[in-house]
Each structure stands twice: as C-alpha cells, then as structure tokens.
C-alpha cells in the first residue's frame, strides 16, 4: 500500500484562513515538504496548536532549485507507506509554485493524490477587482524580458475573458505600461496588493492610470494583476501594409517590428525580418 501525497492549499497572508481539513493533515503526515522551511515552521506552529502532532513528521525543503531531485525521495517516502504534504510558501502549490513534479510522479507511481483547497490570490484579485468573473484567464508571471513580454500581450490584446497576472513590485510599472500599450490605454485594471493581510488594497483603474502610478513608486507586497478582457471585434491586422506605413513614416525596421509586436503578438524576429525586406524594396 504506498502513502497518499496531499497537495495543501496554504494561507497567502491571514493564517486564520488556514482549513481545519489543512491544519489536520498537516499534523497528521509523516513527510511536509516545504517551499520555504522558515515560513512552514511558522504555519506548522499555529497548526500544532490545534491538536495532536504526529511526532514522527519530517519537515524537508522543496523549492525550484532541488524540486526534480527530492520528488525521488518524496515518491520512495509514498511507496514505504508514508504520508506526504507538499505546501508552498503561500496558496497552492503547482501554481506558480513547486509541486507539479511531485503530483505528476505520485500519480505515475500509483499513489493516491489528494488536493485540500486553500485560499487564492487569483480569485481574491478577480473578485476584489470588480470586473467580470464569469470568465477569465489566469495567465501566471509574464515573462522578465520585455521582448517577450510585450509578444505575449500582444497575443492576448484580443481575449475576452478577464486576464489575470502574479507580477513582482518592481516590475510592475513597466508591465502595466506594457500593458497598455498593447491593450489600449482605456482598459480597465486593478491591482490587488497584500492580499488578505492587514494592509490589503485594490487600486482601480484603466492600465494607463495605473502604469503612471506605479511608474516611479512600486507597489510593496505580493502583487496581482487583473485587466479586463476585450470588448472589441476581433479585427485581422494587416502586418505588411502596416510595416510599409511605419517604414514610410520614418521609423527603422527595429522600430517598426517593435511597434507590431505589442498589437500582433507574431515573433519579433519574424516581423524584423519582413521589415528588413520591405525596407530593401523601398
């Protein structure tokens, strides 16, 4: 008989949103297999307060660097028979967090894989924001490189649904001015800051107020961003017509394969490389 890997949803601020089905098992495991051993000994302390301690649990770290390795020594623990944790420093692990190895090799190995929900900054945000929650996207981290980040929203300048981004404090002006200029500065936005902690803020907005706000001062806390999907028809862009004017105008094809990126999304090289024969022509 292997053990059960339970995949613990963790408070994101306030420990009192912690479950009483979470505080059980986490007492109750053999292995806790932590992303930030520090914050867990916390968690594990408002836990062990509630009731009895199985005396025998280990508590291992589990982080990006050592993931790959220790989800080995977490599936030998599952097939002696031993229960398993894994917890994040903060909501649910597998999201933006370690975890997805450790699930994708207890199910391979047979165990038995048991989610316990737990808060989420993503539907705090959605919901605190005030914009349309019928549907929406959780995109994760946009990407460090402003490249390629500018590529994805252009990507994403077309989608309906409410989109959904975990950015870091000091990167989040320069992703919301981003933002704008791939989505149009009237799109609505808001950023949700120190989630269910003390100091919790929603600032409200279009992405261009906001980009402008955070411009200099970044926001302090865990940031998530929500904006607001796209209430236009989907129009088709023609991208030679398009780099033809903007090479007409004056701009370098550099330029002018930047200034499609945010709007079409294509490959930067791609629309350099166009902009490059066009250019040959003229």
């Known amino acids: 008989m292997t053990g059960t890997l339970y995949v613990v949803g963790t408070p994101i601020g306030n420990l009192e949103d912690l479950s009483l089905r979470a505080a059980r098992i986490l007492r109750s495991v053999e292995v806790i297999a932590a992303e930030d051993t520090r914050s867990a000994e916390v968690l594990l302390t408002h836990v062990d307060a509630l009731g009895a301690v199985n005396r025998a649990r280990r508590l291992v770290s589990y982080f990006e660097g050592n993931e790959a390795e220790r989800t080995k020594e977490l599936v030998a623990a599952l097939e002696a028979g031993d229960h398993v944790a894994v917890i994040s ?3 649910m692990p597998g999201v933006s967090d370690p975890g997805g190895y450790a699930i994708a090799a207890a199910i391979e190995a047979g165990a038995r894989v048991e989610v316990v929900p737990g808060p989420s900054a993503v539907l705090a945000a959605l919901v605190g924001s005030g914009l349309p929650s019928e549907r929406f996207m959780f995109v994760g981290f946009p990407p460090r490189e402003a490249g390629a980040r500018r590529e994805l929203f252009g990507t994403l300048r077309n989608e309906v649904a409410t989109l959904i981004f975990f950015e870091a404090p000091d990167r989040v002006g320069a992703t919301l001015a981003d933002l ?6 009237a799109r609505d936005a808001s950023l949700g800051r120190e989630l269910t902690k003390l100091y919790e803020e929603h600032v409200r907005g279009t992405v261009r107020e906001l980009a402008t706000k955070f411009a200099e001062v970044s ?9 607001a999907g796209s209430r236009e028809t989907q129009t088709e862009v023609d991208i030679e017509a398009e780099l033809r004017r903007l090479l007409g105008e004056g701009l370098g094809p550099k330029d002018a394969a930047q200034r499609l990126v ?10 350099y490389q166009l902009a490059l024969s066009l250019q040959r022509e003229r």
């Open 262 to 271: 945010v709007v079409t999304g294509k490959p930067r090289r791609q629309l």
């Open 219 to 227: 926001p302090r806390g865990e940031c998530t961003l929500v904006v």
């Open 89 to 91: 420093e903060a909501g």
């Open 180 to 185: 704008a200029d791939a989505m149009g500065d």
